[in-house]
């Protein structure tokens, strides 16, 4: 099993700035394929982004393209998703999501693992 611990959500201005941290703890996850996704209330998951446990390649959702940045730290087991320039629609949960084999998918159903989110309320 993977543990997946989300942390570093809050409340911030728009314009403002957070970073947001996922704790991951179990199997060996060096094949692993790590994203963050967000849901906000009625709408469906949303892909923000994603980066292999190995290698530098990430991808990213439209929408947060050239305002967060992922990144993880191998020897923390932690990846991280900056978040600069927030508006009020990025007011949302955010989950981290593990996947065990393969590519960086968008979809949300072909993620294994998840943690149990953290909130995110931007401010106008």
């Known amino acids: 099993q993977v543990q997946l611990v989300e942390s570093g959500g809050g409340l911030v201005q728009a314009g403002g700035s957070l970073r947001l941290s996922c704790a991951v703890s179990g199997r060996a996850f060096s094949t692993y394929a790590m994203a963050w996704f967000r849901q906000a209330p009625g709408k469906e998951r949303e892909f923000v982004g994603g980066i292999r446990w190995l290698g530098t390649r990430t991808v990213y959702g439209d929408s947060v393209k050239g305002r967060f940045t992922i990144s993880r730290d191998s020897a923390k087991n932690t990846v991280y998703l900056q978040m600069n320039s927030l508006k009020p629609e990025d007011t949302a949960v955010y989950y981290c999501?593990?996947?065990?084999?393969?590519?960086?998918?968008?979809?949300?159903?072909?993620?294994?693992?998840w943690g149990q989110g953290t909130q995110v309320s931007v401010s106008s």
């Open positions: 999501a593990a996947k065990v084999l393969g590519v960086i998918p968008s979809t949300a159903n072909e993620y294994d693992y």
